[in-house]
């Protein structure tokens, strides 16, 4: 444990986990063998695996952007799920993973997520998936196993991605994609479909 660390009592903490000078755990943190916690990093009310890396101000187990309209006003909605994340894990610098507000944040085991991710409440993602650099998913996402997701890609609330789907950079998902589809586009659609959708859009702005 580096110095100024602070690892508040009643966080759990295996053989061999590495905190490094400036990073938080909060009282209600369980981090697997031979995790690695970088500094800056801010952990709370999560449930880390073995082999995880967090890197450098990454914000995990935070309240997420849970609110209700009540009479013109905006309301607070209080969370009370967790962050589950398997082994193998590694979350970016300055990406962000909120709790739950009613059913636990999870992330399966191997999954890599690049720096400046945003991750919502109760949000499902499987195993082997790789979110590029700012990616954003909103609230009850649920992505399959062996992901592709490129950089800056967002998807609205409450949509499925299959087990091994790809999302081309750039895109707005607004719609489920069943597995093993390539997606692309804003609001993304078929690859297939997009590329002949551009290659005739090209042929108009020709004529």
Request: glycine share 16%; net charge positive; hydrophobic share 35%.
């Amino acid at each position: 444990i580096g110095q100024f660390a602070i690892v508040e009592k009643g966080a759990v903490l295996e053989p061999s986990v590495k905190i490094y000078p400036g990073a938080y755990v909060g009282k209600n943190v369980k981090l697997g063998r031979n995790t690695i916690v970088y500094g800056g990093a801010h952990i709370e009310n999560s449930d880390i695996g073995e082999d995880c890396v967090i890197y450098s101000n990454a914000v995990i187990g935070k309240d997420g952007f849970g609110y209700t309209r009540q009479n013109g006003r905006n309301i607070f909605i209080p969370h009370v799920g967790r962050v589950v994340i398997g082994n193998r894990v590694s979350i970016g610098s300055n990406s962000c993973i909120d709790r739950g507000v009613m059913t636990d944040t999870r992330i399966g085991d191997g999954t890599k997520i690049d720096n400046l991710c945003q991750v919502a409440h109760g949000v499902v993602i499987g195993q082997e998936c790789f979110l590029a650099s700012g990616v954003g998913l909103a609230g009850g996402v649920v992505v399959g196993d062996r992901v592709l997701l490129g950089g800056h890609v967002g998807v609205a609330n409450g949509i499925k991605i299959g087990n091994d789907a790809e999302v081309g950079a750039n895109s707005g998902v607004f719609r489920n994609i069943p597995d093993g589809e390539r997606h692309m586009g804003y609001p993304a659609s078929n690859g297939t479909e997009f590329m002949r959708t551009y290659a005739w859009l090209k042929k108009q702005v020709r004529k």
